[in-house]
């Protein structure tokens, strides 16, 4: 199989061990959103700003990656049409599962976000896009369909790893890897991941994430910087991830 396949199976056994973004938001946090009380998540510790989004009520919005009832019925709530993709069958179950909860629609699309998107030119409003490019190895051409998939003035919110995490042992204390992390190139870091259930994972730049969006044609119109949330790496306040808001012009 590819390192796709390999990657959609290690989620599903992840969210069957209760991976903590596997799982799906509560009834409860569903009617707070309706009521206006609500936020979500990029990456892993600060809140996306809620003028990132402007007015949800009948925006198109691509949950990209998205999958695992956690964003997208947030959205829902506040009045979005929304569309989620995903390649893992349990992460998309989980939105099948709150959508008909809570009793809203939803379309469900599996699919692999590294090959042509299965969707129309300036489709979306809106497509949000939580930290997932680190199971791709070539992220630009994600860039450049997302562009193609919004309407002028649509944004794209995304989560980054920086490739930080890439470096360093599993106790955050020794410099391990050289970047770029790619076990596809490098057997030695692919048993890396092999022996810690990992999935494939790939180490990307700045230059490729920020800067294969500008050279899709976004407008980059922020940016904020979050840690890992735990370990050592983030008690020492190490930025491990980038989110960013970009605006097709």
């Known amino acids: ?23 799906p938001i509560s009834h409860e946090i569903y009617q707070a959103a309706q009521r206006g009380q609500w936020d979500v998540l990029l990456t ?5 700003p809620h003028a990132w989004f402007g007015e949800l ?16 019925p947030i ?27 809570e009793g809203y629609d939803i379309r ?19 497509i949000f896009h939580p930290v997932s490019s680190c199971y791709v190895r070539e992220v630009r051409p994600i860039w450049r369909e997302c562009f193609r998939l919004l309407r002028s003035g649509g944004a794209l919110l995304a989560g980054l790893d920086n490739g930080m995490n890439y470096i360093f042992d599993d106790d955050e204390r020794m410099l391990n890897n050289p970047l770029p992390f790619d076990p596809l ?17 790939f180490s990307h730049t700045l230059e490729e994430q920020i800067g ?16 890992n949330g735990e370990g050592r790496l983030h008690e020492f306040h190490v930025p491990t991830y980038v989110a960013t808001r970009a605006v097709k012009p």
């Open 1 to 23: 199989m590819n390192y796709q396949d390999i990657n959609a199976r290690t989620i599903d056994r992840w969210i069957e061990a209760g991976w903590e973004w596997g799982t």
């Open 44 to 48: 892993p510790t600060k809140t996306v």
């Open 57 to 72: 009520r009948g925006k198109r919005v691509l949950g990209l990656a998205s999958g695992g009832g956690q964003q997208m």
């Open 75 to 101: 959205f829902a709530a506040l009045g979005a049409d929304c569309t989620v993709l995903d390649y893992s069958e349990k992460q998309l179950e989980s939105e099948r599962m709150v959508s008909q909860r």
């Open 108 to 126: 469900i699309v599996r699919a692999d976000m590294s090959k042509p998107l299965p969707f129309e030119d300036g489709e979306f409003d809106l």
């Open 185 to 201: 190139a490098n057997p030695e870091q692919m048993a890396q991941l092999e022996a810690t259930d990992s999935g494939v994972q």
């Open 212 to 227: 294969g969006q500008l050279e899709a044609g976004f407008l980059l119109t922020g940016l904020y910087e979050d840690t």
